[in-house]
Antibody, heavy 123, light 108 residues
Framework: QLQLQESGPGLVEPSETLSLTCNVS??????????WGWVRQPPGKALEWIGS???????YNNPSLASRVTMSVDTSTNQFSLRLASVTAADTAVYYC???????????????WGRGTMVIVSS | SVLPQSPGTLSVSPGERVTLSCRAS???????IAWYQQKPGQAPRLLIH???TRATGIPDRFSGSGSGTEFTLTIDRLEPEDVAVYYC??????????FGQGTKLEIK
């Protein structure tokens, strides 16, 4: 069964770049049936979608974060990654990766999630 | 943008029925509405997509409905394990995915 697992530093200094990787196991990342997405949740707050990426590299992003976000896919390792530049304390959150059952026109939701990883932005 | 959900917090007795509401940012196809359950300390879990289609493994106590800008999630025969925050989600606008601010469900 498909499983996702986030990894990356738990502490990032202000103005630096947050880098996270999501490992996909139990299935191939190279599928045409879905995208792969990132969602974050600041402590005690609601969910916020960051962006999603197709295995061939096409992406769509939240406009509020797009200028700072870079996403990529590595099909050789079955992983996809998120980089968020110029972080501030407002970027402190639990970051989740998820399977995005959209095709650019329709969506059946984000149906499989990683457990999430807490990232604190602090010096 | 964050979708309005109501109520913000709900306290209900086991066995009762609860209805949670969500307002889309603009009239949207019901295909683009999903609901999630997030228990404390856990990742969200997809409950409903397409406004009314239960995700795999979701019991039929959970049902969704709605159209236009008004959508609801109903939970029948409430169980203690249903304590969670419930989020609605809209797909297809800008940003492509918008979540609601959540409804916290408590058990009396």
């Amino acid at each position: 069964q498909l499983q996702l697992q986030e990894s990356g530093p738990g502490l990032v200094e202000p103005s630096e770049t947050l880098s996270l990787t999501c490992n996909v196991s139990g299935g191939s990342i190279s599928t045409t049936y879905n995208y792969w997405g990132w969602v974050r949740q600041p402590p005690g707050k609601a969910l916020e979608w960051i962006g999603s990426i197709f295995y061939r590299g096409s992406t769509y992003n939240n406009p509020s974060l797009a200028s700072r976000v870079t996403m990529s896919v590595d099909t050789s390792t079955n992983q996809f990654s998120l980089r968020l530049a110029s972080v501030t304390a407002a970027d402190t959150a639990v970051y989740y990766c998820a399977r995005d059952r959209s095709d650019g026109y329709n969506s059946a939701g984000l149906d499989i999630w990683g457990r999430g990883t807490m990232v604190i932005v602090s010096s | 943008s964050v979708l309005p959900q109501s109520p913000g917090t709900l306290s209900v007795s086991p066995g009762e029925r609860v209805t949670l509401s969500c307002r889309a940012s603009q009239a949207t196809s019901s295909r683009y509405i999903a609901w999630y359950q997030q228990k404390p300390g856990q990742a969200p879990r997809l409950l409903i997509h397409g406004a009314s289609t239960r995700a795999t493994g979701i019991p039929d106590r959970f049902s969704g409905s709605g159209s236009g800008t008004e959508f609801t999630l109903t939970i029948d025969r409430l169980e203690p394990e249903d304590v969670a925050v419930y989020y609605c989600q809209q797909y297809g606008n800008s940003p492509m995915y918008s979540f609601g601010q959540g409804t916290k469900l408590e058990i009396k």
